[in-house]
T-cell receptor, first 116, second 116 residues
Framework: AQKVTQAQTEISVVEKEDVTLDCVYE???????LFWYKQPPSGELVFLIR??????QNEISGRYSWNFQKSTSSFNFTITASQVVDSAVYFC?????????????FGTGTRLTIIP | GAVVSQHPSRVICKSGTSVKIECRSL??????MFWYRQFPKQSLMLMAT?????????EQGVEKDKFLINHASLTLSTLTVTSAHPEDSSFYIC????????????FGNGTRLTVT
């Protein structure tokens, strides 16, 4: 069975601090996709990143970076120099078997609050 | 980029009435769309896969007669919550794969349904 665990329910940090959001996943598939989505208070889901299971290279995009480690089944997300606009709920997700990257299993989300 | 539009963004209805939610792909065609449900402070749960020209595929535990899905065209899927009850109050969000092969899911802005 598939499972995505985001153990951190809520995190609060002061603006400009770095913060890491944890994501641990379980799957029997050898080929899968991992995702991070941002859900601001307005409700929409904003796509942040997709990572193929064969690509373990870490990725950096501006203040965002992702650390994918298959050995520990983790796909952690770090925001450096956090800003108030980063306040949102962040979801980690895993693609379901046989559906490419279309059907997703989501974690329970981490609510991130950046304190000005 | 690819945009998925969802309407209405908020709806309040009385118990026993039916509510229709529309999901449109604005500048691309989507033969498949996905409907998710999110309870307050919880994760997104896949309800069903909407297929253009054929019946929707429902996830286990989702009542087909309760949540009617119609994929009338390549750009429109509708979810009708029939005979709504307070326990149906939730955030419903649709998604569609982008127009480019193997592109990630794009999500609508969601619909917050409140049944009184």
């Amino acid at each position: 069975a598939q499972k995505v665990t985001q153990a951190q329910t809520e995190i609060s940090v002061v603006e400009k601090e770095d913060v890491t959001l944890d994501c641990v996943y379980e799957t029997r598939d050898t080929t899968y996709y991992l995702f991070w989505y941002k859900q601001p208070p307005s409700g929409e889901l904003v796509f942040l990143i997709r990572r193929n299971s064969f690509d373990e290279q870490n990725e950096i995009s501006g203040r965002y970076s992702w650390n994918f480690q298959k050995s520990t089944s983790s796909f952690n997300f770090t925001i450096t120099a956090s800003q108030v606009v980063d306040s949102a709920v962040y979801f980690c997700a895993l693609s379901q078997p046989n559906f490419g990257n279309e059907k997703l299993t989501f974690g329970t989300g981490t609510r991130l609050t950046i304190i000005p | 980029g690819a945009v998925v539009s969802q309407h209405p963004s908020r709806v309040i209805c009385k118990s026993g009435t039916s509510v229709k939610i529309e999901c449109r792909s604005l500048d691309f065609q989507a033969t498949t769309m996905f409907w998710y449900r999110q309870f307050p402070k919880q994760s997104l749960m896949l309800m069903a896969t909407s297929n253009e020209g054929s019946k929707a595929t429902y996830e286990q535990g989702v009542e087909k007669d309760k949540f009617l899905i119609n994929h009338a065209s390549l750009t429109l899927s509708t979810l009708t919550v029939t005979s709504a009850h307070p326990e149906d109050s939730s955030f419903y969000i649709c998604s569609a794969p982008g127009p480019v092969y193997n592109s990630p899911l794009h999500f609508g802005n969601g619909t917050r349904l409140t049944v009184t």
